[in-house]
């Protein structure tokens, strides 16, 4: 009997043996994807914990994701592969019902080897145990013969981690999504209940790239450093510096800390940790860079046309001028090719500096090296000085630097003072005088760069109303040219002026009016104008003005009188202290003051002798020029 033959004759074996090892495909099948559905979502669930609780870096997620690819694949090998390949042929498929089914003296074993072999015996004894295993199989539970639990808990225990797995990425899409890009070697940052944010503000070359603030600084310059939390801000924050110096930094209004860092001088690099933003994004690098600077100041100064004053060219310092000069201020940077603007102060305005040749400066140039030294490359800018100034100097270079201490530097202008009068005669304020009399006026008058006219004017009582005027020829003291040209210094100026000239007319007793000298000087375009203090000119009688010289003497008899009697006081205690300084007694501190007394008290004396010359002289010239 043919192989064909004995299975179509035992076909409940044949079944039977068919279910068996359906049944052991499909729990060696549930085993082994239990087995791997359980490990990788472990693993899964534990790779997402560490990079979300550790922030871990970028090659220990790319070693999770390889894991995570590797250990499912070992496992389908380990528990599901191999073990389908060791399932049991026909034989072994017996052989397993054998061991549940003993009574059976293995008779479904030797029907399976009849099957495979038949012609190992007679044909009559090989039918009769394929018939007879062939019914004894139509009554045997395959079930009994394989353990379901562990299959069935390996399968349970894959889908409950996948389950738990999905159920805890499905609470938060944003985490899983992130999770899975940074598994893809994305660098996402993860979400935090704090996330600082760093900004370095007024710096212009800042540039950002990944986790790395990169800013180039000029030397010497103030870096602020702003810091923002977003979310659940702390009470501090932590500046780490790169040589491990660290800095708090406590929270000011709102959710932002601030700090400046002065004058840099070197790199530096840094990063900010607070909250739960513990790692180093972003770190802050700051590169020191040497900024523009001014290395020479020159001022040319040209002063007004009227002034008689050369031009002069000022170095490294602040410049004095005249109001009204034409001003160029020229200055060399370095490097050379630095551009910038002049800011000028208080008004605030800005001149754009352009390219000019910087003046020679006697005193750099080398002794040994005979004729001009050359002139160097640089920038000027040019005004009117109409009052004191400063300014200063904002350059920028090619990389975009600035410096960072523009100076101050100062232009201090001079006042054009209107010329200075003062009257020499009349020596009073309030003068009389008779109607036939005149009045001697001499003036001194000083100017700082020249006098072009002088004049007097005479107006009514109450100076509405002028009365006459005239011009007055004056020399200068200290040169000796007397024409109208400007002379500058000093001059003097003197006239008699009859009572009948000043008032134009019959002259009654009981007339006053005004006296006043006017000066001008050459100041362009507005002249300068100077006056003299007011005299008070009254016209009397003979009779009262001959009364009142009496008064006048009378008064100067009493202080004549008096100054005798303080003269003589005087006299007597400096013969004192010069018998005390003859003597052999020590002086005294007491002694020392009184010397000090006594030169006071005949500054005092002399003083008042010159007040009562000056009267002397003054009722003297009232006399003679009231021709009495």
């Known amino acids: 009997m043919d192989h064909e033959q004995a299975l179509k ?76 390949a060791r399932i049991p042929d026909r034989a072994g498929l017996a052989v397993l019902i054998e061991r549940q089914e003993p009574d059976l003296s293995e008779l479904l074993v030797s029907a399976t080897e009849f099957q495979r072999s038949p012609d190992g015996g007679s044909p009559e004894l090989v039918q009769a145990v394929c018939r007879e295993a062939d019914e004894r199989a139509r009554n045997l539970d395959v079930w009994k013969v394989l353990d379901r639990r562990n299959p069935g808990a390996r399968i349970v225990a894959g889908l409950s981690c996948v389950g738990v797995t999905a159920a805890l990425f499905a609470m938060s899409p944003v ?54 939390a977003r979310g659940v801000a702390p009470d501090e924050v932590v500046l780490h510096f790169s040589d491990g110096a660290e800095e708090i930094l406590s929270r000011g209004s709102g959710e932002t800390y601030r700090r400046v860092l002065r004058s840099l001088q070197q790199d530096l690099e840094f990063h900010v ?14 590169h020191v860079l040497q900024p523009p600077d001014v290395a020479g100041i020159a001022v040319r100064v040209t002063p007004p046309a009227y002034t008689g004053v050369q031009g002069t060219v000022v170095f490294n310092r602040d410049a004095e001028v005249i109001a009204g000069s034409e001003v160029s201020v020229h200055v060399l940077v370095d490097p050379p090719d630095a551009r910038g603007i002049a800011r000028v102060l208080p008004e605030d305005v800005e001149f754009p500096l352009v390219a000019a040749p910087f003046p020679n400066d006697p005193s750099l140039a080398d002794p040994e090296s005979p004729g001009a030294p050359p002139a160097y490359p640089g920038l000027a800018f040019g005004l009117t000085a109409e009052k004191s100034l400063r300014y200063r100097f904002e350059l920028i270079d090619e990389k975009g630097l600035a410096n960072p201490d523009p100076g101050l530097f100062a232009i201090h202008v001079l006042e054009d003072r209107a010329p200075q009068v003062q009257l020499l005669s009349p020596g009073r304020s309030d003068i009389e005088t008779v109607p036939g009399g005149a009045i001697p006026l001499r003036v001194r ?75 001008t000087d050459n100041r362009e375009p507005s002249r300068g104008e100077g006056r003299s203090s007011p005299v008070r000119v009254r016209v009397v009688s003979a009779d009262e003005l001959v009364r009142r010289i009496q008064d006048r003497l009378s008064r100067l008899r009493l202080e004549v009188t008096t100054l005798s009697d303080l003269q003589t006081e005087k006299w007597r205690r400096v013969d004192e202290l010069l018998g005390a300084l003859a003597s052999d007694d020590l002086v005294e501190a007491g002694d020392s003051r009184a010397l000090g007394s006594v030169l006071t008290g005949q500054r005092r004396v002399r003083g008042d002798a010159a007040s009562v010359a000056r009267e002397l002289a003054a009722i003297a010239s009232t006399v003679l020029y009231a021709r009495l």
């Not at 890009?181 to 212009?204: H, K």
């Not at 607070?274 to 180093?280: A, S």
């Open 175 to 228: 985490h899983a999504r992130i999770f899975f890009e940074r598994m893809l070697g994305s660098d996402v940052p993860w979400p935090r209940r704090t996330q600082l944010v760093v900004e370095i503000p007024n710096i212009a070359d800042v540039e950002q790239t990944g986790r790395t603030i990169d800013a180039r600084v000029a030397r010497g310059s103030d870096v602020p450093v702003l810091i923002r």
């Open 9 to 84: 004759e035992t076909p409940n074996l044949e079944r039977m043996l068919g279910r068996l090892r359906s049944r052991l495909v499909l729990l060696v099948a549930l085993h082994g994807v239990g087995t791997v559905l359980a490990v990788t979502a472990a693993w899964l669930v534990f790779a997402f914990l560490a990079d979300w609780g550790l922030h871990v870096p970028s090659a220990v997620r790319i070693f999770h994701a390889a894991i995570f690819i590797g250990l499912p694949v070992f496992f389908l090998w380990r528990e599901l592969v191999r073990p389908l």
């Open 445 to 519: 008058v000083s100017d700082d760069f020249g006098i072009r006219g002088l004049a007097w004017h005479a107006t009514d009582a109450r100076g509405e109303q002028e009365l006459a005027t005239g011009v007055l020829e004056w020399r200068a003291i200290e040169a000796q040219d007397t024409s109208d040209t400007a002379v500058g210094g000093e001059a003097l100026a003197g006239r008699r002026l009859s009572i009948a000239e000043l008032f134009g007319a019959e002259v009654a007793e009981g007339s006053q009016l005004t006296l006043e000298v006017v000066a």
């Open 273 to 286: 940790t607070g909250g739960d933003d513990t790692d180093r994004d972003p770190t802050v690098r700051l």
